[in-house]
Every structure is written in structure tokens, then in C-alpha cells.
């Protein structure tokens, strides 16, 4: 016995309960359903379209020069925490990768990524 | 920052003039798409590199960014592989490409970026600076693989090609990250150390992450059991870019291979011993007799392919300098020869596609089946040709390292090999033609071909001058 014993058992004894409820309701329960019950309570609108619709394919252009920028973010935070550490080589190198993804950009650029049609 | 500097970046200067180059075609890109300056620019750029890590080297062998990668005589050897396949499969590629519709520009920039990966990988010391080399090879080989999108096969071949690889990479960074876990560091001769140091050998989990690691680097060279995309992916790509996986990839794979056995888990374990022996006899063997039974020439040369990695392995089973520097021979050899070989197959256009097209060609165009006898016999493995250096170098270190066996089986392979090679032979020379004769090959092919037929011979009769510069690291 440690002191993770009792998470366990917490966690054991609320799954049965939880899930003893919900089973013996379904098999002890009535079941008497019509149109009114079966509609969505409180889930705000009818739904007027599946949610699995058809998308144009253009956003997936628009999706990946999301990724070029979302993944500089992710290296642009740490390397503005460490930012005095780093010094002036720290700031030529993000010139530099900043350059490179830029790059990128200007490739998508020139190639018509940013046009919508 | 762990100690690096500006002066780090001397040290890769080839790596660097590749980006370089890459960056600056790609910004271009769209204005440069009919003209011949992007085939221009790789050379040039691959030429720099060569010069590059020559005066790299100059200086002591060294370690940079803080034990990430290293600039020593095995690196310089692979780079400078590496840069003369891309500046050889750049060739190929003016005639090979021709009315396939790949964008030129994008196809080019892809082969520097690859050939960027290659270099980081023969030079890595580092579990992780190793893995992001191959990772930057084989993401730049997917799209080169499905670059001519017009073509179903060549979807087909990128896509199986991409899952089955993402697969082993995967495997090998399992390997990875066990192996970190159990020695506290991603440094080879951290990772050795620390395998003496604690008897970390027999142990079962590193036995695992050794044999993960090792699949992943089998499938990235296409060694038997791990080989069933090299056919499918080589027959779907165009052929150039088949020929640059055949070539640059193998080699960097190989080198990737040497520096594991050779630093990271050390020539004495027998554990990696009977994996490599193992790999080597089934690639041998498994590629020798399905050899046999292709008709196409692209999968013919990728079954050959799976043959001579086999080979090329049997050179690091015996643990020792002289193995890994017969691998490295090997690996030199046979990026020509197979080289030569498809651009032989790339001048006869639709012609030389498959079997039937070789018929009679001697009587055609002599000096074509002049050079593909060449490299065919060096396929082979005859003496006076660089393929015979290369098999007698890696099956006498495998004699010498007790492997008798292994050694029997691969001069029995290799004879039953001859066959399909000699096969090629008889058809072009003792035929006659039946399909007419093939338009003359453009210069920049027939450069590419000359390059590699002279390599192929010069190395046949003068061993020495590329034996004594490979030495392991």
C-alpha cells in the first residue's frame, strides 16, 4: 500500500458506480421514445448541414503557410526568453533562420499561394 | 549555445554552399523553370562543395558545435561522394527528365537539400544531428519520388515509399530514445563509454534499441529483410532520381552504418555482429536470385542494388579500420558503376526501359554498349574493373575476420549474379537489332557516363588511389 493505492481505488470505485448507473438504468429502465424525446435538449440550434461537409481545397494552401509561420512562433518564444544570453550571435542566427523560412514564403508567394482562386 | 561558434561554421562550409545554393534557386524558382541554369547552379554548387571540404580538411580532423558533427577523413571521403553523385545525377537529369513535366527548379533544389542530409549524416557523432540528416534525406526523396505528378506509378511509388519510411524512421528513433535512456547521453562515444562503463552490452533493453536502430538504417540502404520498397519506389520515380537513391542515399546510409559499428556500440558486440552478418548473407543472397527473374531495368537495377549493399555490409561485420575502410571502397565503386549504368539506361529513353530494348545494340551504337558492358561487368565484379576492387576488398575482410561462410556465399552469389549482367551482354552484342537505332546521347549525359566509366576503370587498374584515402574513422 502507497499513497497512490487510494487514486487507484477512487478512481476504480467511480468508474463501477458511474458506469453501474448508466447500465442498470438502460436495462431496468422504460423505453417509450418519440420524436420530441429524441431531438437534441438544449444543444442549441438544429444543425442544417452535416459538420463533415465538403471544404474547397484552397484552404489547404492557406493551412500550410499557417504552419510556416505557427512553427517560427514556436521557436521565436524561447529564443526571446534566452535573448540577452544569446548575445549578438543569437540574434544573426534568428536573422538567419527568419531569412530561410522567409525563403518559403516568397517561393509560395510567387508561385500564386495567395491567390484565392 | 554549448560552445558553438562562428568558427563552427568554417566546418561546414560544403553543407553551408549547398543551402546556399538551394535557397537562392528556390527563390528564382518560377523564372528559371525552362532554362538550363538549375541544372548549372548544382553542379557548381556540388563542384564548390568538393573544393569545399578539401580545404576543410586541411586543417586537424575536429569536432564542431559542441560534439554535434565531426570534419574528419571519413566525412571528407562520404562528402565528397556525395557532391560528385549530385553533380553526376544533375547531369543525368537533363536528358533523364525531359518531357516528364517536373518542375526543374523544385527538382533540383529538393537533390541539394538531400544531398545537405547526406552530408550531416556521414559527418554526425551525434544521435540527434544523425537523425535529422537521414530524416532531411528521406523528406527531400519522398517528394523527389512523386515529382512527376502526372504519372500514377510514381504516386504510387512515392506514398508506399513514404509510409513504409516514416515507419523505419520511426523504429530507429524508438532505438534512439531507449538508448538515450539507458546511457544518460546522444553522443556516440557518450553512448560507448557509457555501454563499457556500466555493462550495458548483454543488457536486453539495449539490445532492443541496437537491433531498432539497426532496421531503421537497413531500411534506409535497403538491406534484405528491409528492402521491399526499393523496387517498387525505383520503378515508380523517374530515373534519375532513382539513380540518386541508388547512389547518394546508399552511401550516406553506409557511412551511417560504419560510424554506429564502428563509435557508438562498438566492434565487439557480438549482438551486432550477427545482425550485420545476417543482413549482409540475406542481401546477397535474396538480391542475387530475384535479380534474375527482372525483365525492367529500373528494377533490375534496384534488386542489384539490394546485392551490392550486402557486400558493401560485409566490409563492417568484422569490426575492424580495414573493414570499414573496405566499406567505404565499396561504396565508392559502386555509386559510379550503378551511376554509369542508369544513365546508360536514361540515353536509351524509352528503349532502354527494359530487357528486349538492349537487342543488337552493339551493331547500333558500339560505343554505348561499349560503356554498359563496363559497368555491367564491374556489376559483375570482373577483374580490371573497379567492381573487382571492390568485391575482393570486402570479402577478404570477411575472410579475415573468420566469416568463411559469409565469404563463400558471396562469391557464389555473385557468380549466380553474372548471369542477369551477362544476360544484358549477350543481348546488345549477339543479337540483332529490332527496334531502330537510339538518337545520340546529349553532352551532359554522355559527360556524366564518361566520368563514371573512368572512375570505373581507373580504380579497376590503380586500386590505390581511392583504397589509401579511405580510412576509417
Redesign the interface.
Known sequence: MNEHTGIAVALVLAGVIAGGMVWLASILGKKNPTPGKLAPFECGNEPIALPTGRLAIKFYMTAILFILFDVELVFLYPWAVLYRDLGVLGLTEMFIFLGVLLVGFVYAWDNGALEWK | ?NGA??ADLGLVLPELILTGMA?VL??V??RIQSTSVPVVATVLAAAAAVAASWWVLSKEPQSAFGGLITVDGYAQFFKVLVAAALALVALLSVKGLEGSGAPRSEYHVLLLLASVGMMLTVSAVDMVTFYLGLELITLCSYILVGITVDRPSSNEAAIKYFLLASFASALMLFGISITYGLTGTTSFSGVAASIAERGLADDPLQLAALALIAAGLAFKIGAVPFHSWVPDAYQGASTPVAAFLASGSKAAGLAALGRVVVIAFGPDSPALSIILVGLAALSVAVGSVLVLAQTDMKRLLAYSSIAHVGYAVMGLTAGTDAGASATMTYAFFYVFMTLGAFGVVIGLGARGATLDGYQGLASQRPGVAGVMLLFLLALTGIPLTSGFVAKFVVISSAVGAGYVVLAVLAVVCSVVSAFVYMRIAVLMYMREPESPTPARFPVTLSVAIAIAAIVTLVGGVLPRLITDWAVAP
Open positions: 549555445m561558434t562562428v535557397l528556390i527563390l524558382a518560377r
